[in-house]
């Protein structure tokens, strides 16, 4: 007997409709555990009865009393009989909704809606939603010289609105979801239909589908769930500048915008990719395709310097000139320490002096650099821990992985670099040999939902390969990626 009364009750609350909304009130109460930020309140209007709930920390206050208690009060000197149409009608909000049952009602509640239950009968859900987003700002770790200067925030639909702000087109596509079963976070696949491949799209959509956690604070959670790589370098990029996401989406790629969230996914996305920087459209092809070059000889510095002069030091010193290698050895006399842990001390020091000067107020970053970088390598030189052409390797190499427009691809060199720095110390040459093959193969295999990750230089593409590397003139024009978008002519 008990069960079935309990189970009445659990279907009664959960299942109820329009004519049992005498519950609601009780039951909001009780789920909420009367939670101090609930606000309720009782209006009896001739004879009718309302009741207003809202939660004051995410509803505007000004609102709610301007365009809802105030036009209410007028109502007393009026004969009405169908009040929810009326109020349904006449109040002066772009969003008001009638809701069919108690979990439309908290969802509207819980997204910063007032809501007026009318006589226990109906219930209207009227937008009052306090601004809790900061203005839009410049762009913070995305820096850039010519171009725009805006960049996302917090917030879903002004994010949104950035975008449409520079594709004015009916084309421009939006779906949403709600993942997390606590946070209820919206997401949002953005694409141009007629560009992006419908394949692509499915693919994408089934993958948030598939997401079933607590929460989604940011859209770094949805990473594991897009990104099913199991490669070092990143197979999707990030980023907070509305220019790029808009380049993207007109390359025929997916962008996905989480509330809450500074940044952006987007996907696919190839090794190429991020050798570009945002503003390599703004300027002049032959000086973007100098940098272009200069960003590429970074990469390979920031990853193999250290484990070259490991090798050279250790299994190959016949690779040095006689006077170069003499200066090297008079260098490292006093040095207590092998070559290899030399360089994996140097390389873990730099790494906790960049992660705390991320990590500490900007007023005492400066101080804080020039301490470690300065103060600490001339002492731990002069004691004779390390020597100083380490000190330089270490340095040329951290400063050029700083180069990549990518934080992701920044994070992913100090990897490599370890691998390449622990293969030299064993085998030698041989060992930056192997761990070049292997870190090709690697990204070779490599897919980006579906698509290869070398491309356009494996399988080759000669028409990508213009702006690649290099930068054609964007008087020119050219075929879109054949592998994300239909094979029309874009310029560029």
Wanted: charged fraction near 20%; include cysteine; charge should be neutral.
């Amino acid at each position: 007997m008990f069960t079935f009364f309990y189970l009445y009750n659990f279907f009664s609350f959960n299942n109820t409709n329009i004519g049992d909304t005498m519950n609601y009130l009780e039951l909001l109460k009780k789920e909420s555990n009367n939670s101090s930020d609930y606000v309720y309140k009782t209006i009896r209007l001739n004879n009718h009865i309302l009741n207003i709930i809202n939660i004051e920390t995410i509803t505007s206050s000004n609102d709610i009393n301007n365009f809802i208690l105030k036009r209410i009060s007028f109502l007393s000197d009026l004969k009405i009989t169908d009040l929810e149409n009326y109020l349904y009608n006449y109040l002066p909000a772009v969003s008001i909704t009638k809701l069919k049952d108690y979990q439309e009602l908290k969802n509207k509640l819980l997204n910063g809606f007032t809501i007026l239950i009318i006589d226990d009968t109906s219930i209207l859900s009227i937008e009052t939603r306090k601004d809790l987003t900061r203005g839009v700002s410049e762009a913070d770790y995305e820096k850039t010289i010519i171009g725009p200067k805006d960049a996302f925030i917090e917030h879903f639909n002004t994010n949104l609105g950035l975008i449409r702000r520079r594709i004015k087109d009916i084309n421009l596509q939006v779906i949403d979801y709600e993942l997390g079963v606590y946070t209820k976070t919206k997401v949002g696949i953005i694409y141009v239909n007629g560009i992006v491949k419908e394949s692509l799209v499915k693919e994408v959509k089934k993958k948030l589908e598939n997401i079933n956690i607590d929460g989604i604070i940011d859209s770094g959670y949805l990473r594991k769930y897009l990104n099913q790589s199991k490669s070092l370098f990143p197979s999707l990029k990030s980023t907070e500048r509305p220019d790029v996401a808009s380049q993207a989406l007109l390359e025929g790629k997916i962008v996905i915008l989480t509330d809450n969230s500074p940044d952006v996914l987007i996907l696919p996305t190839f090794f190429v990719d991020y050798f570009h920087a945002s503003d390599d459209y703004y300027q002049k092809p032959i000086n973007i395709s100098f940098i272009r070059i200069i960003r590429l000889i970074a990469f390979l510095i920031a990853c193999f310097l250290p484990a070259f002069y490991v090798c050279i030091t250790t299994h190959n010193p016949e690779a040095m000139p006689i006077n170069l290698l003499l200066s090297f050895t008079k260098q490292r006399q006093s040095v207590p320490f092998p070559a290899f842990l030399e360089a994996i001390l140097m390389i873990i020091a730099f790494e906790i002096l960049r992660e705390s000067d991320i990590r500490i107020p900007s007023s005492l970053g400066t101080a804080v650099s020039i301490l470690g970088g300065l103060v600490l390598g001339d002492a731990a030189v002069s004691a004779g821990i390390v020597s100083p052409i380490m000190i330089i390797v270490v340095a040329i190499s951290a400063i050029s992985g700083l180069l990549m427009p990518s934080i992701e691809a920044i994070n992913s060199i100090r990897w490599y670099r370890f691998i390449l720095i622990i293969l030299a110390s064993i085998f030698g040459g041989f060992g930056i040999f192997l761990g070049t093959i292997l870190i090709l193969a690697n990204l070779a295999e490599m897919k980006s939902q579906g698509v290869d990750y070398l491309y356009p230089f494996a399988p080759i593409n000669f028409e990508e390969l213009k702006d690649s590397v290099v930068k054609i003139s964007s008087k020119k024009a050219k075929k879109r990626n054949p592998l994300l978008s239909n094979n029309k002519i874009r310029g560029v």
